[in-house]
């Protein structure tokens, strides 16, 4: 099994706001722009699913399978010859002040794993960091 996690990432809204925006990933198009597109392309949303492009990955999807108001996000992904699990945690430090984490779970093959664990790594870094720019009590 491969494990890994984004850095806590702090961003500085309520754990509501957060929750509201993230859960409805239609609200995702707003950080497209942050991600270059030299990594991660084609991105497409609606409320319960996200899909896009990684070179040495090709098309991914991920639906929704859990929601935990105000604290987690899970989704799996589909149409992968491995099935690939990722989590948005969530933890409120104070009123205005959220921690984020994002973390991958996959069962892979070592050869599997050397193709894919780094440009999953580097999409979830990205994304988290995109995730802390949000203006999410405007959203």
């Not at 950080?31 to 392309?41: A, G, Q, T």
């Not at 990722?86 to 002040?97: H, N």
Request: overall charge negative; charged content about 30%; proline content about 4%.
């Amino acid at each position: 099994m491969i494990e890994f996690s984004s850095d806590v990432k702090t961003i500085y809204h309520s754990d509501r706001d957060i929750f509201r925006v993230l859960s409805d990933l239609r609200n995702l198009d707003l950080v497209k722009d942050l991600i270059p597109e030299d990594k991660i392309k084609d991105f497409v949303f609606d409320k319960d699913s996200v899909s896009f492009r990684v070179d040495n990955i090709g098309s991914v999807t991920f639906l929704v399978i859990e929601r935990q108001p105000e604290s987690l996000i899970r989704f799996k992904s589909v149409k992968l010859p491995f099935d690939v699990f990722l989590e948005i945690q969530l933890q409120l430090k104070s009123e205005e002040e959220t921690e984020l984490t994002m973390t991958v779970q996959s069962a892979l093959s070592p050869i599997m794993k050397g193709v894919v664990e780094k440009p999953m790594r580097e999409a979830v870094d990205r994304i988290s960091d995109a995730l802390t720019h949000l203006p999410y009590d405007q959203i």
